[in-house]
């Protein structure tokens, strides 16, 4: 490598955590290009960036980490999300239609409404809305309202209209006892409507620059972005040859986009920022909408358990193809029942530990089945602020199946490779947030899984590795998540060192600084 033929930067006068499992600190670090030259005493990282005429940085004692690495996110509708109207805490149908109202009038050139982030469990009537709570006070316009989790929405009369799904006769769309759609609408039906509606494509590129620099500012320099179709991976690839992405990027595209992309583009595809790495696939739904496949029915509503979204022989068909082309999978499993299939299938195409065959989520686990994903030498890709938004998970399972609920703890000291991630915008990016909730484990906000099961709480030095090479090693990159010579000059610099602070405190760590390739992309004011 001709470092003299590169950028340099020297970092100096910090706290350096080059990786946390080994648990290592320096106080100096050079980067070369993108990656780290030297990491060491501050002393010999002066000498070297003088003699290459690199960049000095006096980190003036601050402590610096790896960017954070997030392996499941949608960037797409996190950036969407951001643009528009946010539903998130809403705690009642009146305030739902307020939030509607007020954006409505400080946006009346918007052609169709795009809201996220409701939660019928917070609201105070105690029921799903319905597309009557809100056609008076949507203007006339379409409108799609998702549910925080992604797995459901409301769209009101005139949307449902327009998209045809009213006349659709299927489970997922929800209607009274006399037979009139409600507006809900759930699983494939959601994205159906988005699309159908085309506000979504219309913002892609707007979208996607939104959520890079959202990403930024709260130190995550690599995403895993799940679900990525073919309209969002060429928006990716036109700024990526502009050279306009900003983080590191590894596309998993989804079922219905796979096969017209996998003509043009090989596993692999790309390079440090953007590269194609594999398939992901949704099994089953989600708790919030009691449409995650569980093998007993939900404790609140017996008369369901959920199902899967597609049958055993095309998920073997799908995912045999994707493996043997040489892409990662990474199935989507929130109930035990969908886990079961998936084990069986990675069992039955005998992958092994180098496919990094991927779970999503695992949030409904039992202890024979975490010892068989250890065995497997699959990956399981969580989400701990789940334990937080998921206040009401106790109620939907039971007490006796809360033991299998976010066992992340038990997960890795069992030996499966663990990474951490929020599904964003499903959750908050924010990576001091998802280290609260797997350190705490909801104990401050008083969550009734904590006082059932405590000792699924993780360390903090061990959720830092999740988060950072825990979660590149999902992605199949060996390059992010530590900052030793040869990994990617990737680093943020924090307001408190998280492995000095008290465990409540971590949630209140701010971002200072990030650099991605020892280039500074974000900065506070």
Known sequence: MQVNLLKVTAFVNGKIYTSFKPLRAVRGLVVAGERVLFAGDDAKALRIARELGGEIIDLRGRTAIPGFVDAHVHLDSLGLSLITLDLRGVSSIEELRQRIRLYIERNPDVDVVIGRGWDQELF?????????????????????????????ALLNTRALEETGLADVRSPYIVRRADGEPTGIVKEEFVKQAMDRLGARKRLLAQSIDRAQRFAAKYGVTEVGFVSCDIDAFRTLLKKWRRGELLIRVRAYLEPSSFDEMRRFLAPGFGDEYLRVTGLKIILDGSLGARTAWLSEPYNDDPSVQGAPLL?????????GRALDGGYQVAIHAIGDAALDWVLKLYKELEVKPDDRARIEHVSVVRPEQLKEIARLGAVAVVQPHFIITDWW????????????????????????????????????????????????????????????????????????????????????????????????????????????VEPRSLRDIRVLETYIGGKLVYASE
Request: aromatic share 8%; net charge negative; glycine share 8%.
């Open 311 to 319: 049958d055993y022989g095309e998920l073997k068909e799908i995912v």
């Open 124 to 152: 105070a009537e105690k029921r799903w809305p319905t597309r009557w709570d809100i056609d008076d006070v949507t203007g006339g316009k379409p409108a799609i309202l998702i549910r925080v989790c992604g797995h459901a």
């Open 393 to 500: 998970v106790v109620k939907r399972v039971g007490r006796e199946r809360a033991s299998w609920v976010y066992a992340f703890r038990s997960m890795i000291e069992i030996g499966i490779k663990t990474a951490f991630s929020t599904d964003a915008p499903v959750e908050p990016l924010d990576p001091f947030l998802t280290l609260h909730a797997a350190v705490t484990r909801g104990s401050d906000e008083g969550v009734e899984l904590w006082k059932l099961t405590p000792h699924e709480a993780v360390d903090v030095r061990e959720a830092l590795h999740s988060y950072t090479h825990g979660s590149s090693y999902a992605l199949c990159d060996d390059y992010a998540g530590r900052l030793e010579p040869g990994s990617y000059g990737d680093l943020v610099v924090l307001s408190n060192d998280p492995l000095e």
